[in-house]
């Protein structure tokens, strides 16, 4: 079972306790994803301003590059602010699960910014490189500033990720792992940078071409892995394994098949045909189903479970033995 799964505590009597309640784990989730973000905007826009600023003043492309991609790192955050808002509504008519899936549409939006950033990224490069008189000697300030923008996208980084893993977010890991792959580029462009410092000038905008290549590269990533989910992906093997691990063990289980599931959001949503003892009653079948479904829900990151019971006479081989 994953350590990080939610647990709900109960308080004397069996309620929950209020700061574990569904409603509440939502409400923590969104409030340490907002905030994280919005620190990501605030280092954002310094970034971007100090390296486009200082990219024209020294003549460097691979700086000018880097400058786009805190640009792009700036956009995606407030894709995300949108999308950790819409989430966080209420099931309707039309949206009768929810609407998590908006954040793995903001993962998808995130991949197809990033390869679009990339893109361009090279595409300036190369033009650099064809132009007349070729690449030029930049000024000392581009490698201070890179390596000031290493530092700080590194640290970023960090703290997001931490955010991302505690409240389990894939849309905010995505957007911490944009964070380090711009620290990446940073290291790019600050080698690159300090190669055109010692007179080999080439390696500036070959740094500006490295950089352009990883964020397409990453935005191929993210966009491939949203789409995936968006169409249905199952959970990973540890979780289903888990999920099943949790029904056996309820009293009155002797076995399970076709356990299914598919991905909302950051949640998961399962399917299951429960094997119950074929004497006991109705209402003592939809009793152990109902526990099996809590324990489902109480023990793992799981937004609903639907439950099918399948009649089996005691001695007679189940699906599990």
């Known amino acids: 079972m994953d350590s990080h799964s939610p647990r709900i505590r109960a308080k004397p009597g069996g309620l ?9 784990q939502a409400e923590a989730r969104h409030r340490a ?17 100090v390296q486009a600023v200082a ?28 999308a950790g808002w819409q989430s966080r509504k209420d099931p309707d008519a039309d949206h009768q699960y929810g609407h998590l899936r908006f954040e793995t549409g903001a993962s998808l939006a995130l991949g197809v910014l990033l390869l679009t950033v990339g893109g361009g990224m090279l595409w300036a490069a190369l033009g650099k490189l064809q ?7 930049v000024q000392p300030v581009a490698l ?8 700080s996208k590194e640290l970023l980084f960090r703290y997001m990720l931490s955010v991302a893993r505690r409240v389990r977010s894939s849309m905010l890991v995505a957007n911490a792992w944009h964070a380090r792959s711009d620290a990446a580029s940073s290291l790019v462009v600050a080698l690159g940078i300090g190669g055109n410092l010692l007179g080999y000038h080439v390696l500036d905008p070959i740094a500006a071409i490295v950089v352009g290549l990883m964020v397409a590269r990453m935005g191929l990533r993210f966009g491939w892995d ?4 968006l169409m249905d992906r199952a959970a990973d093997e540890e979780t289903v394994a888990a999920i099943r691990a949790t029904m056996l063990a309820t009293p009155g289980v002797l076995g399970l098949h076709d356990l299914r599931t598919r991905k909302m959001g950051d949640q998961v949503l399962v399917d299951v045909h429960l094997e119950i003892d074929a004497t006991l009653t109705v ?9 099996a479904r809590r324990r489902t829900l109480e023990h793992h990151h799981v937004l609903n479970v639907m439950t099918h019971v399948d009649p089996v006479y005691v001695g007679a081989p189940t699906a599990d033995g």
């Not at 929950?16 to 509440?24: E, G, H, L």
């Not at 994280?36 to 970034?47: E, H, M, P």
């Not at 949203?226 to 989910?229: E, G, I, V, W």
């Open 16 to 24: 929950p306790a209020d700061d574990t309640t569904p409603a509440a």
């Open 33 to 49: 994803g907002r905030n994280s973000t919005l620190v990501s905007v605030a280092v954002n826009i310094g970034l971007t301003a």
């Open 55 to 82: 990219g024209v003043i020294s003549g460097s492309q691979a700086l000018l590059a880097d400058a786009a991609h805190s640009l792009s790192d700036l956009l995606s955050d407030f894709v995300v602010l949108a």
């Open 131 to 137: 132009a007349t008189g070729g690449a030029q000697p």
């Open 144 to 151: 201070w500033v890179a390596l000031a923008t290493l530092a």
């Open 226 to 229: 949203a789409l995936n989910d």
């Open 283 to 291: 209402a003592q079948g939809h009793a152990i189903a109902v526990e």
